[in-house]
């Protein structure tokens, strides 16, 4: 799956996306799960950009492609991608952003620029660690952790620094 730092660096986005869509082919018909056209279409426009996408974007660009989409539709496929570990909500901006460890138990981490906009899943056991042992200290047992951390990526600071 495409390495964590691709938002930052330059990549072949294509081939991103393609492997993104493979997959989760993979993955659903590994779990007897049906990627219909529509979530397929869903999650191959979260992964056009490493921007979170929220649900009225997702439909507006279905009705761009001629899908008489409901909202209902789109927040059932945006459901369907979650529970298969396909795309992450980012809860602070309501929106979705494409799965970089797909398949794989993980926390969700998550680096988001407040100037491009760009989100980069963080890969971080010590930080996972640290939240289950803090846990563990409180007697609470999480089963989902999802951490967000805002600030501006690499490109965006030196833009700020070059600019100031």
């Given amino acids: 799956m495409p390495t964590s730092a691709l938002p930052y660096r330059p990549h072949n986005h294509d081939a991103c996306v393609a492997q993104a869509l493979a997959e989760a082919r993979d993955i659903c018909q590994q779990h007897h799960a049906r990627l219909t056209p529509t979530r397929e279409r869903v999650l191959e426009l979260i992964w056009q950009s490493h ?35 396909l795309v992450h909500r980012i809860s602070s901006l309501n929106a979705f952003i494409g799965c970089t460890h797909a398949g794989k138990s993980h926390n969700g981490m998550f680096l988001i620029c407040r100037s491009c906009g760009n989100v980069l899943e963080l890969t971080a056991p010590g930080v996972a660690s640290a939240v289950t042992k803090a846990a563990a200290q409180e007697s609470f047992r999480p089963d989902d952790v999802t951490i967000e951390v805002a600030g501006y990526c690499p490109r965006c600071s030196a833009e700020a620094a070059h600019d100031g």
């Fill in 51 to 85: 921007k979170p996408l929220g649900a009225y974007d997702v439909l507006a660009v279905l009705a761009e492609d001629g899908h008489n989409a409901a909202p209902p539709t789109v927040y059932r496929a945006l459901d369907f991608l979650q529970q298969h570990g």
